[in-house]
């Protein structure tokens, strides 16, 4: 079984390509740091010699390079078993203030990735009539809050298509899933100040992703929304 993960060189995408090669899957690995993910390629083919493991270092945000990606997934006719969009950027701000750009760079990140990759993907999915979309939303898709801005919009937006590619897809057996975590722990909260038990563990997340991939076919989860114990932050 084989699983794509964008994003995939560090914190909620490191632990899920943790937890599915643990689960026995084959992986291919993206993200823009090259040396970091061609590093953990490494850690990840030590701790478990009988699994593949591939990288390609694209920026998700690049249209050519995802296009790239696509068309190079393609024609080496990988079977996607499951496909986790989970490239992401968050800079914080308010629509009134932020820079401009600020909107089309996270559109691009957070949502055109999710969208160009899947469209490369589907007709081999489609014709298979099987798979597993997973969009790693954010509680920022469900509401609003103070600094949202772009980050929240781009959000609401991945929501949007995971809504539709479900509805799409029914018919053809693939699933589709969108992901809602609230704060977990990984290197972009070090240093924070944040107590690590406040808020979840990455491994939470991959967790429940990995236990929705494995229903049987009659089975989906349309939905996975985790939140710490104490609430948002």
């Not at 800079?91 to 957070?110: K, R």
């Not at 897809?169 to 609230?182: C, E, F, S």
């Not at 229903?215 to 710490?228: G, K, W, Y």
């Amino acid at each position: 079984m084989n699983c794509i993960i964008t994003g995939a060189s560090k914190g909620l995408g490191k632990a899920m390509a943790e937890r599915f090669a643990a689960g026995g899957y084959d992986l291919v690995l993206i993200a823009r740091d090259g040396e970091r993910l061609s590093a953990f390629q490494g850690e990840l083919q030590t701790r478990y010699p009988g699994g593949k493991f591939q990288h390609f270092s694209v920026d998700m945000g690049d249209k050519g390079q995802v296009d790239s990606l696509g068309r190079d997934l393609a024609a080496a006719g990988i079977v996607v078993d499951v496909l986790i969009n989970n490239a992401g950027q968050f800079i914080p701000g308010s629509v009134h203030n932020e820079p401009d750009g600020t909107l089309e760079t996270l559109m691009a990140v957070n949502l055109y990735s999710a969208y160009y990759l899947t469209r490369h993907l589907l007709p081999a999915m489609m014709a298979r009539r099987s798979g597993h979309i997973f969009n790693i939303c954010s509680v920022a898709s469900l509401k609003a809050y103070p600094n949202g801005g772009a980050y929240s919009i781009s959000k609401f937006a991945l929501a949007g298509l995971s809504a539709n590619l479900r509805e799409e897809l029914k018919p053809y057996g693939i699933k589709v899933t969108a992901v809602y975590p609230g704060a977990a722990y990984t290197d972009s909260w070090a240093g924070s100040g944040i107590d690590p038990h406040r808020i979840m563990e990455a491994g939470d997340v991959a967790e429940m992703m990995f236990a929705a991939s494995r229903l049987s076919p009659q089975a989906t989860v349309e939905e996975i929304l985790l939140r710490p114990q104490l609430g948002d932050l």
